[in-house]
């Protein structure tokens, strides 16, 4: 079993910044990439950000320059630092890890639970 617990997320106002944190915990191999999606009302979930097992990472068009996604792998915890927070960031944000648990022969997709953001114009 793999599970992955988020926090950090709640009501700013815009230009305000919030961090997300997801623990990944359980019978972990091996994470290859680990990142967050995000789901606004009415509309389909996107990707936003994504940190790689080589540490390349790769944004959202919306949240460059805004947002950072990291990792602490001595952890499994996954980071969003989100600054100048905009009113179209509302949204419930998912991280989620491509990871191979033990005893299983390949890798595949986990996701959390989700958090809130919520950004007030």
């Known amino acids: 079993q793999v599970h992955l617990v988020e926090s950090g997320g709640g009501l700013v106002q815009a230009g305000g910044s919030l961090r997300l944190s997801c623990a990944a915990s359980g019978s972990i191999s091996s994470i290859n990439a680990m990142g967050w999606h995000r789901q606004a009302p009415g509309k389909e979930r996107e990707s936003v950000a994504a940190?790689?097992?080589?540490?390349?990472?790769n944004y959202a068009d919306s949240v460059k320059g805004r947002f950072t996604v990291s990792r602490d792998n001595a952890k499994n915890t996954l980071y969003l630092q989100m600054n100048n927070l905009k009113p179209e960031d509302t949204a419930v944000y998912y991280c989620?890890?491509?990871?191979?648990?033990?005893?299983?022969?390949?890798?595949?997709?986990?996701w959390g639970q989700g958090t809130q953001v919520t950004v007030s114009s």
């Open positions: 989620f890890i491509t990871a191979r648990a033990r005893g299983l022969g390949y890798a595949r997709n986990y």
């Open positions: 940190v790689f097992s080589d540490g390349t990472t």
